[in-house]
């Protein structure tokens, strides 16, 4: 065998194991895509699940604002200005996190089952006679997050269970005030 054709097998061989390398590496690079697209994923879904748990954890530490709420609940046009203020910056914070999700999953990053669980609060609070008055007077709602709670609302089969059910002596705050 001449030189050339020595060079020309090796030059063969030599691009057979570089397209093995390139299919080795492109296989390398989808798995760690797809690992990085489950973190992100996994960390959105967190991210949104513990913003939702603090501003529930801070309510629940104000006697204050548990009692705000739960009387906002029951009555919310008769409520003094500055409760209305305080209730409207409440739930403006759980308005923003369910946005959020609204926009995560758009972006696909995060499930369909945990956006419902963020937005059940929500149904909770504007299921009540007060919180219903209150959904149909704030502007505070984006359009994308009106629309997922209108459309959930329609849903009777989807609905969590009505607030002075589910706390009780929470609602009864109203009572005392």
Same mark, same amino acid.
């Given at each position: @065998?001449? /030189?050339?054709?020595?060079? =020309?097998?090796?030059?063969?061989?030599?691009?057979?194991?570089?397209?093995?390398?390139?299919?080795? $590496?492109?296989?390398?690079?989808?798995?760690?895509?797809?690992?990085? $697209? &489950?973190?992100?994923?996994? &960390?959105?879904?967190?991210?949104?699940?513990?913003?939702?748990?603090?501003?529930?954890?801070?309510?629940? %530490?104000?006697?204050? #604002?548990?009692?705000?709420?739960?009387?906002?609940?029951?009555?919310? +046009?008769?409520? +003094?200005?500055?409760?209305?203020?305080?209730?409207?910056?409440?739930?403006?914070?759980? #308005?923003?996190?369910? &946005?959020?999700?609204?926009? #995560?999953?758009?972006?696909?990053?995060?499930?369909?089952?945990?956006?419902?669980?963020?937005?059940?609060?929500?149904?909770?609070?504007?299921?009540?006679?007060?919180?219903?008055?209150?959904? &149909?007077?704030?502007?505070?709602?984006?359009?994308?997050?009106?629309?997922?709670?209108? %459309?959930? #609302?329609?849903?009777? %089969?989807?609905?969590? +269970?009505?607030?002075? =059910?589910?706390?009780?002596?929470?609602?009864? @705050?109203?009572?005392? /005030?």
């Amino acid at each position: @065998m001449d /030189h050339q054709a020595v060079a =020309e097998m090796l030059g063969n061989y030599g691009e057979f194991v570089g397209a093995i390398g390139v299919v080795v $590496t492109l296989a390398y690079l989808a798995v760690q895509i797809k690992q990085n $697209t &489950q973190s992100a994923r996994s &960390q959105s879904r967190q991210t949104l699940l513990d913003a939702l748990s603090t501003t529930n954890w801070n309510l629940g %530490n104000d006697p204050n #604002l548990l009692r705000i709420y739960a009387t906002a609940f029951k009555r919310w +046009p008769n409520l +003094p200005n500055d409760e209305k203020a305080v209730f409207d910056i409440g739930m403006g914070r759980y #308005l923003a996190n369910l &946005q959020n999700g609204i926009l #995560l999953r758009a972006e696909g990053m995060l499930d369909d089952a945990t956006l419902d669980q963020t937005a059940d609060f929500m149904l909770l609070c504007i299921l009540s006679e007060g919180g219903s008055k209150w959904w &149909q007077e704030t502007p505070m709602a984006m359009r994308e997050t009106r629309q997922y709670l209108d %459309n959930r #609302l329609t849903q009777s %089969n989807n609905l969590p +269970p009505g607030i002075d =059910e589910l706390f009780p002596y929470w609602m009864a @705050m109203a009572e005392d /005030h």
